[in-house]
């Protein structure tokens, strides 16, 4: 089993529709969480940190779950521009520099 | 605004041949990491350093090393060159608050 595991897609959605995606992990000692953005052929950018009590950030909504151990990334009213590769990131649990990357969840936003 | 700088953005090397990829932060970080990113694998990490002339090998460390003698820069040596090791490299340091990348160096091992 994958330490951090997410969906590969792609997700084809219309534009001005939500669209969520979830990341589940397998260390339950991981305390930091993080969405990253990575456009094509381009770096990750971080997106947001995810805290416990889940977090807003305009048409973005973080959340977390610690029982069952995934969190999850919810757009509202998506933009073309939201086109991208969206990237699950967890702490190792022992370190909080050093994270362990999901695969990437791609999302199309069609016109 | 904070920047991690890559010298390469797209690399050519031949099998065999000694590779060096350069990286320098401008944000006084200790923490910095070098990754390979290979589709459908997410990142890698294949060594971090956490100071100055400090390193520890991360999940791939095998046909690499790694070189930080000034806070600043943290050097990828590819020791001889394969074509396994074509890929997407990454270069980032760090703050408990999350990564800075540089924009990576696409390098091609024909």
């Known amino acids: 089993r994958k330490e951090v595991e997410q969906d590969p897609g792609p997700f084809n959605v219309p534009e001005g529709a939500t669209v969520a995606f979830n990341c589940t992990y397998s260390n339950s000692a991981s305390q930091s969480f993080f969405w990253y953005r990575q456009d094509c052929r381009k770096e990750p950018k971080l997106l947001m940190s995810v805290y416990s009590s889940g977090n807003e950030d305009g048409r973005f909504t973080a959340q977390l779950n610690r029982a069952s151990q995934y969190i999850s990334l919810l757009i509202r009213d998506s933009k073309l521009s939201d086109s991208a590769t969206y990237l699950c990131v967890v702490n190792g649990g022992d370190s909080n520099y050093q994270l362990i990357w999901g695969a990437g969840t791609k999302l199309i936003i069609k016109p | 605004d904070v920047k991690v700088t890559q010298s390469s953005r797209y690399l050519v090397k031949r099998t065999g041949e000694k590779v060096f990829l350069e990286c320098v932060q401008d944000m006084d970080h200790e923490n910095m990491f070098w990754y390979r990113q290979d589709p459908g694998l997410g990142l890698r990490l294949i060594y971090f350093?956490?100071?100055?002339?400090?390193?520890e090998k991360g999940d791939i460390p095998e046909g690499y090393s790694v070189s930080r003698e000034k806070k600043e820069r943290f050097s990828l040596i590819l020791e001889s060159a394969s074509t396994n090791q074509t890929s997407m490299y990454l270069c980032?340091?760090?703050?408990?608050?999350?990564?800075?990348f540089g924009s990576g160096t696409r390098l091609t091992v024909v």
């Open positions: 980032a340091s760090s703050t408990p608050g999350g990564y800075t």
């Open positions: 350093s956490y100071d100055v002339k400090m390193k």
